[in-house]
């Protein structure tokens, strides 16, 4: 079944509503019907920046959505994984992704994801597609 991947920045837009992407993510969210991925490494920088800007009741809001969604999928990165998120991030030097990123691109291979649900060009950069 297709999926789409989830990053931190859909999952930041989402959340804050003073984002200027909220709206946009807000809506794409009630619309979507299809299963959500993301990673443990998404969620840790996830949880890190909404943290960050917004503060703990952010966080931890965020974290109750991942332990409670049916639609998403939390996926842990395994040690083949890293080896493989740290050769892309040594060899892609030249893109400015980050190793989040990275990890991200390596599971959505993995997995045959198509999809992110992004906000930024890197994921486009790496063949993939973004929505909305």
């Known amino acids: 079944m297709q999926s ?11 959340i804050v509503r003073k984002d200027h992407d909220h709206k946009t ?7 979507n019907k299809l299963p959500l991925i993301t990673s443990d490494y998404v969620m840790d ?4 920046l909404l943290q960050s800007r917004v503060g ?23 040690p083949s994984h890293i080896e493989k998120t740290i050769d892309l991030f040594r060899n892609r030097a030249d893109k400015g992704w980050s190793f989040t ?14 999809t992110a ?13 973004i929505t909305p």
């Open 56 to 78: 703990y009741d952010y966080a931890v809001k965020f974290l109750d959505v991942l332990e409670t969604s049916q639609q998403v999928q939390l996926i842990y990165l395994n």
């Open 45 to 48: 920088e996830t949880v890190t």
């Open 4 to 14: 789409i991947f989830v990053d931190t920045g859909g999952w930041y837009a989402a």
């Open 25 to 31: 993510a807000k809506k794409f969210l009630l619309k």
């Open 117 to 129: 649900f992004a906000f930024d060009g890197h994921f486009q950069q790496a063949g993939f597609q």
């Open 101 to 114: 990123d990275c990890s991200s691109f390596v599971l959505m291979r993995e997995y045959q994801i198509k």
